[in-house]
């Protein structure tokens, strides 16, 4: 598949979702493109637009897009998770910024008509036990969420 546009570098531990035509990749870790030592990975907050195309003019296409969000942006993470709620929303939970450095915050990323706005929402309330990330993965059904360990 021919990549175009703002390519990210490769990586892992990051999120792809899906809302409509459009994927976004949000964070993940790898090698800043200036670092002399490779061997040095960094988790990132960046979130990537991609769209697929397979037209005469445009086969097997990937045009990735650099977005420049507002408002509460996530601190650079890994290994978190994401999921669609509603047709314009993405949310994201958790995460790693080292071994020692996990998350257990969630935010709201809109995408509807070049909105690219971050917030955070409290997520514990006292008849809530506070949930912390490890190896789950969540989804959101029927306005429910579930998580699974």
């Given at each position: 598949?021919?990549?175009?546009?703002?390519?990210?570098?490769?990586?892992?531990?990051?999120?792809?979702?899906?809302?409509?035509?459009?994927?976004?990749?949000?964070?993940?870790?790898?090698?800043?493109?200036?670092?002399?030592?490779?061997?040095?990975?960094?988790?990132?907050?960046?979130?990537?637009?991609i769209r697929i195309t397979n037209t005469p003019s445009t086969p097997n296409t990937a045009e990735w897009s650099l977005k420049q969000c507002t408002g509460d942006v996530p601190l650079a993470r890994a290994y978190h998770s994401a999921c669609k709620i509603g047709e314009d929303r993405m949310l994201v939970f958790g995460g790693y910024y080292t071994s020692n450095t996990r998350f257990n915050d969630t935010f709201?990323?809109?995408?509807?008509?070049?909105?690219?706005?971050?917030?955070?929402?409290?997520?514990?309330?006292?008849?809530?036990?506070k949930v912390c990330r490890r190896a789950q993965k969540f989804l959101v059904k029927d306005r429910r969420t579930l998580t699974t360990s």
């Open positions: 598949m021919k990549q175009t546009g703002n390519v990210p570098t490769g990586r892992s531990g990051h999120t792809i979702v899906t809302m409509g035509k459009m994927h976004y990749m949000f964070g993940g870790i790898d090698s800043p493109k200036d670092s002399p030592d490779k061997t040095k990975i960094l988790p990132k907050n960046e979130l990537y637009s709201i990323l809109k995408t509807s008509i070049c909105l690219k706005i971050f917030r955070q929402f409290a997520m514990v309330t006292a008849t809530q036990p």
